[in-house]
């Protein structure tokens, strides 16, 4: 089984679409996130939740919209997509703290989704 | 803020040789986890191996061991016997474990490993 599993992994869609990304985890983590990985392969969170709240909401246009139904899903929404919106979505899950039993600090990461805007 | 930098954009090594890739970090704080991690071309995000700054021991992970200097805030990470499936990009990250922390990991800019037989 998965632990992070994204669909779709490969997107390409029009710009000024509304496209959405879903997220699932089956490792009982309490925290999610969604990181873009730009055309330059840097790395930068979007968002985090913690048990469906949210806890980080960095500097991202508000056409992308997180939502967490439940502590294992978390999907992201993006409307009016803009070329610039180009890039792979990693959604990853982890622990939320220390002193969790089998704490081990690191993020596990689905496999991506690539998004590309035409 | 947290900042971690990759001053290497890529780095060769002959295949059964060991490679050094370099990594510093910029905290204030004294608490935290820092990782390396693998982007083979698959794109998937694979843990190499994690060290937490309270422990003085340099972690190791069979062919992979780093050389955490805290004082100096520098986290690097040394492959030995280099093997042709490490080819990839490999990713820096700290995590902060202070309090009110959000448990984000901040990555560096990465070091693109190349394996040549």
């Known amino acids: 089984d998965t632990a992070v599993s994204q669909t779709p992994k490969y997107l390409v869609t029009q710009m000024g679409n509304d496209k959405s990304i879903k997220c699932e985890q089956n490792?009982?983590?309490?925290?999610m996130y969604w990181y873009k990985q730009d055309s330059k392969k840097f790395l930068k969170i979007m968002f985090s939740?913690?048990?469906?709240?949210?806890?980080i909401n960095e500097t991202v246009p508000n056409r992308f919209s997180p939502k967490s139904p439940d502590k294992a899903h978390l999907n992201l929404h993006i409307n009016s997509l803009e070329l610039g919106d180009s890039a792979v979505y990693f959604c990853?899950?982890?622990?939320?703290?220390?002193?969790?039993?089998?704490?081990?600090?690191?993020?596990?990461f689905g496999e991506g989704s690539r998004l590309t805007v035409l | 803020a947290q900042t971690v930098t990759q001053s290497q954009p890529e780095m060769s090594v002959q295949e059964a040789e060991t490679v050094t890739l370099s990594c510093t970090y910029d905290?204030?704080?004294?608490?935290?986890?820092l990782f390396w991690y693998k982007q083979p071309p698959s794109r998937q995000m694979i843990l190499v191996i994690r060290?937490?700054?309270?422990?003085?021991q340099n972690a190791t992970e069979n062919r992979f061991s780093v050389n955490f200097q805290k004082a100096a805030k520098s986290f690097s990470l040394k492959i030995s016997d280099s093997q042709l499936g490490d080819a990839a990009m490999y990713f820096c990250?700290?995590?902060?474990?202070?309090?009110?922390?959000?448990?984000?990991?901040?990555f560096g800019q990465g070091t693109t490993l190349q394996v040549k037989p």
């Open positions: 990853a899950s982890s622990q939320g703290r220390r002193g969790v039993v089998l704490y081990t600090g690191e993020l596990f």
């Open positions: 490792l009982g983590h309490d925290t």
């Open positions: 939740y913690n048990n469906k709240e949210l806890i």
């Open positions: 905290t204030s704080e004294s608490d935290y986890y």
């Open positions: 060290q937490e700054a309270y422990k003085q």
């Open positions: 990250a700290y995590r902060s474990l202070g309090s009110g922390n959000t448990g984000k990991l901040i």
